[in-house]
């Protein structure tokens, strides 16, 4: 499948050097580091034979540039979801659950994975169509970032790609932002807006759309925006005409 697997600000470069040789075992080569730290001798021992991904490994200064063309964002976390009213980490798959979701489908995917210490951020956590865990033992949760990586692509590495396309990511971030004007027409809660506007992510990052579903979304959308202003046109007319 198009995967790429995206390093935000790794801290250690021999990590780096061990998720190259995770990614070459089992077949991926798209790779972007944000705001990564000094890849010298130890990174490059440690990719031994992927030296080659870790030489054209592309550094952004952004996550918003690493995902870009990505039509599905997958972040990973260590910390399981247990609120539903927080979102940031629910609903959270599992690698094998995750790996049904995308089978079938062709289009880019990007899986974020965190920093060593800090993992992801709120904001880049709401980056994502999706969040996957992966299960460990009580005893000692976290996982190394290079095991990590290992364990989501051997899964991801028997995902047979199908003919199903998904949206464009301009498409689907049009769509977002449509929603999100949605919201603002209706006079919805500003309280409750930025929770929602990440619900409604999650719900059509887990649909995995094609274009036409994106397109008859947003038709379906710019009706109700017209209804909407059309109402309250006539109410305003309705109000003068009182006057």
Avoid: W
Wanted: glycine share 6%.
């Amino acid at each position: 499948m198009d995967l790429r697997v995206v390093l935000v600000e790794p801290l250690y470069q021999g990590n780096v050097g061990s998720v190259t040789r995770a990614m070459k075992n089992f077949g991926f080569s798209d790779l972007i580091l944000v705001n990564p730290c000094k890849l010298e001798g130890e990174a490059r021992a440690m990719s031994s034979h992927a030296r080659d991904l870790l030489e054209s490994a592309r550094k952004v200064s952004s996550l918003e540039e690493a995902i870009e063309d990505c039509s599905i964002v997958i972040g990973t976390t260590g910390i399981a979801g247990s609120r539903f009213d927080l979102h940031l980490r629910v609903p959270g798959y599992t690698p094998g659950e995750m790996k049904d979701r995308l089978s079938g489908i062709d289009g880019k995917v990007a899986v974020l994975f965190g920093r060593e210490d800090n993992g992801f951020t709120k904001e880049e956590l709401k980056k994502c169509d999706m969040i996957m865990t992966i299960p460990t033992s009580d005893v000692y949760p976290v996982m190394n970032l290079s095991h990590a990586v290992a364990v989501v692509l051997y899964e991801f590495s028997s995902i047979v790609s199908g003919d199903t396309p998904l949206a464009d990511p301009f498409d689907i971030r049009l769509l977002y932002d449509h929603l999100s004007e949605l919201l603002d027409d209706i006079d919805y809660p500003e309280h409750k807006k930025e929770k929602t506007d990440l619900m409604l992510r999650r719900i059509f990052g887990r649909a995995c759309l094609m274009p036409r579903e994106v397109q008859t979304l947003r038709g379906i959308l710019r009706k109700v925006q017209r209804t909407c202003q059309a109402e309250d046109e006539q109410q305003g007319t309705s109000a003068a005409n009182d006057d």
